[in-house]
Nanobody
């Protein structure tokens, strides 16, 4: 089992910044890949960012150049630095864990299966 706890969400004005954190715990948590997703009301859950098996950071097109994913391997904490936030970034942001990084790939993937999800943290961007 892997437990994921997100934090750092909040309300900001357009152009502002937030940093999300995801603490992963559990017996085998360090062996799982971690990624970020988001889901806006009445929309499908979208993969936002992941650190792939080759170490390359991959992002959804909608956030490239504005969001940065990083990980503290010693503490097993995943981060998402979000800059130049836009109202369309408003969503519940989730941390996810899977043994395959392909399951966490950015973008929309109907039918995607992910092993573990966090509870989510709300990000609201006002114009």
């Amino acid at each position: 089992q892997v437990q994921l706890a997100e934090s750092g969400g909040g309300s900001v004005q357009a152009g502002g910044s937030l940093r999300l954190s995801c603490a992963a715990s559990g017996n085998s948590a360090s062996t799982y890949y971690l990624g970020w997703f988001r889901q806006a009301p009445e929309k499908m859950r979208e993969g936002v960012a992941v650190i792939a098996s080759d170490g390359i950071k991959r992002y959804a097109e909608t956030v490239k150049g504005r969001f940065t994913i990083s990980k503290d391997n010693a503490k097993n904490i995943l981060y998402l630095e979000m800059n130049s936030l836009r109202p369309e970034d408003t969503a519940m942001y989730f941390c996810a864990a899977d043994r395959s990084p392909d399951s966490l790939r950015p973008g929309f993937a109907p039918g995607r299966r992910v092993e573990f999800w966090g509870q989510g943290t709300q990000v609201t961007v006002s114009s």
